[in-house]
């Protein structure tokens, strides 16, 4: 099975950079993905790791590394929309299924 | 592209009757849909895994009989509750994914039961 564990809430002044973590334990990996999902909405993608290093995507990063279990999404500039639930979610081996985090809710103010 | 739409977005019904969700992949085959059901404030709940043409796999927990799940073409899953409660009232999302090299599950916008 997956352990996901990541931060329930985070907050962070408009302009500012916000990190935030996510660590799982799991007994097969294909693959971590991070999800937006704001109040109400379904998530949305953000991106894609399968390989540890660095992915960027805009305002975006991701991160992981395999060998600690250990991903985080960096997200830079902070605007009022970023406010929502970032989930992280770990692809199992062989059938594809994704399990999610909690969720950490990223409340940005003025 | 990868738009997965999901209908009705909002549907209120009376203990004891059934409802149908569509879930439809727009602009790419999905081999594989899922389905999820949100509560407040809680992440994502897998309830099963359809591929076309195929029984759906429920994940533990999830009646079989109660939540129906049918994948008749590669664009279109239905999920049915059948003789809802109004513990059945969550937030139900779908997502589609294709066979592309990274198989990104793609969600629909989700449907709000509201069971009386």
């Known amino acids: 099975g997956q352990n996901i564990d990541q931060p329930t809430e985070m907050t962070a002044t408009e302009g500012a950079i916000v990190q935030i973590n996510c660590t799982y334990q799991t007994s097969g990996f294909n693959g971590l993905f991070w999800y937006q999902q704001h109040a109400g909405e379904a998530p949305t993608f953000l991106s894609y790791n399968v390989l540890d290093g660095l992915e960027e995507k805009g305002r975006f990063s991701s991160f992981l590394s395999r060998s600690k279990g250990y991903s985080y999404l960096l997200l830079k500039e902070l605007q009022m929309k970023d406010s929502a639930s970032y989930l992280c979610?770990?692809?199992?081996?062989?059938?594809?299924?994704?399990?999610f985090g909690a969720g950490t809710t990223v409340t940005v103010r003025a | 592209g990868a738009v997965v739409s999901q209908h009705p977005s909002r549907v209120i019904c009376k203990s004891g009757t059934s409802v149908k969700i569509e879930c439809r992949s727009l602009?790419?085959?999905?081999?594989?849909m899922f389905w999820y059901r949100q509560f407040p404030k809680q992440s994502l709940m897998l309830m099963a895994t359809s591929n076309e043409g195929s029984k759906a796999t429920y994940e533990q927990g999830v009646e079989k009989d109660k939540f129906l799940i049918n994948h008749a073409s590669l664009t279109l899953s239905t999920l049915t509750v059948t003789s809802a409660h109004p513990e059945d009232s969550s937030f139900y999302i779908c997502?589609?994914?294709?066979?592309?090299?990274?198989?990104?599950?793609?969600f629909g916008p989700g449907t709000r039961l509201t069971v009386l």
């Open positions: 602009d790419f085959q999905a081999t594989t």
């Open positions: 997502s589609a994914s294709g066979t592309g090299v990274i198989d990104t599950q793609y």
């Open positions: 979610a770990v692809r199992a081996l062989n059938d594809y299924k994704l399990s």
